[in-house]
């Protein structure tokens, strides 16, 4: 696993949107929701908001946090730090790399 | 109501929507309207229920929605509702008020977004109105499924040529047989080519005093005001600062009087052509005539007005719609949206939008004496010997016929024929029960 699981090209995910990879594929207890911020760079977070059942992937990127389509609650993309209610529990960040256009995921390895 | 809500042990008394008999209030044959529909409020409620509720409503324009989220809140009557465009791309419309305490799910003028999330307490709904979060849902009974407490739809949304319209009517007549002949009148303005109409800029709004039909009535039946109410503006836009040539302030036409409400006057002259400049020589009249027929050119092409019934009016000269919201009986919202062709180039739109807005807006030095007059009209009748006596709509009684060259019935272009019709088709929606009320 140390060259990372290939998930998506970087063309897939649109600046300030993000896409969900099922745990099928990541082998973790939860999606991970794959996000690009408006600078062009790719974070990954578990994809489960901790405030209620809503896919962080359906979130709004920009400006290093993601908020949840749901309630708002807002996560930093970098250590997926809650930054304020509803939610109260941060999220589990996980390592990004990009290669080629390419993007690799490193389950549970901290970014 | 058919909109199907769990209802529980609840039940609402008849004396919560009393019914007035208003057969007595409009009189299209003779052309006599009593002051009592624009002031009186309990009439203003039955209007929301029988006039409002079972009839098309204009909602927006298509140009308006490109991809699923995009979103617009309007109202219908006095209901706040969103349109949107689901995950399928298509147009769908929701009472926008929560199912939970009742605050709007949609607090923005338009935008884009993923769900409907109640500010209040949280319940968010996605785009096909389904509710798909309740914070603290353990905390609810068994019996509680949300199924049944999505956003309640408009069960009917459909369009025409970029219009969209929606109804509270779960069986209504169809859209476009309940514009009938209008349609006809209404292609004149959108239908210049096979490209269709686009919305320039924001939507424009502001509050005016007076009552909602006051103004679409008007924008229905009146040219008679044009030449008396706007003499400073009219004077202003000539060349020589007195006004048009006798020729134009003279100018004979037509009036369309629909069975359903809806009616269209307008100028008919060869050389009838839009007001602003760029637009005018843009304008391919000889093209058109062959889309649309001599008549609809030398006629409801350019110069004129119009109105939808109950509440949805246009101007083709400068691609002004709007909609003339009810906010009680003495008082309206206007909303309007300036229209111009896909096709015309940028400096070809450019010039209608700042047409419109010269003219035709808030600031616009036309609509501000329509404004004037409505609001002048409203703030005098609540008088008591004022509000008895009956208002005059007598001009061009008995004028209506078959002309041969526009459909439908039409009158002279000066004429109350359009109001005499837009009046007995409320007559007959408020004394008629809605849908709602069947098997009461």
Redesign the interface.
Known sequence: MTDGIRVAALDDITEGEGIAIAKAITGTDDDIALLRDTDGSVWALDDTCTHEDASLADGWVEDGYVECPLHSSKFCLKNGEVQGLPATRSTCPHRVEVRDGEVYLFPNQAP | MTIETPRGALRRPAELAPTIDVRGLVDSEGGLVDRAVFTDQQIYRQELRRVFAPSWLFLAHTDQFHKPGDFFTTYMGEDPVIVTLDRNRRVRAYLNSCRHRGARVCRADYGA???F?CTYH?W?YDLEGKL??V?NKAGYPESFDTGEWGLVEVPNVDSYLGLIFGTWNPAPVPLRESLGDMAWYMDAMLDHDDQGTVVVGGVHKWVLEGNWKLAAEQFATDWYHVNMSHASALMLLSPTGKGPKDEIVHRTGRQYASPNGHGAGFPVHPKNRFDAKTVHQWTDYAALRERLGDARVEGPLTNGHATVFPNFSYLPVNGSIRIWHPKGPDRMEVWAWTIVDKSMPPQVREAQRLYNLRTFGPSGIFEQDDGENWSEVQAVSHGFVTNSVPLNYQMGLGSERDDGRHPGSTSELYSDAAGRTFYARWRELMTTPAWHEEGK
């Open positions: 977004t993923r769900n999330t949280g968010s798909v979060s914070p």
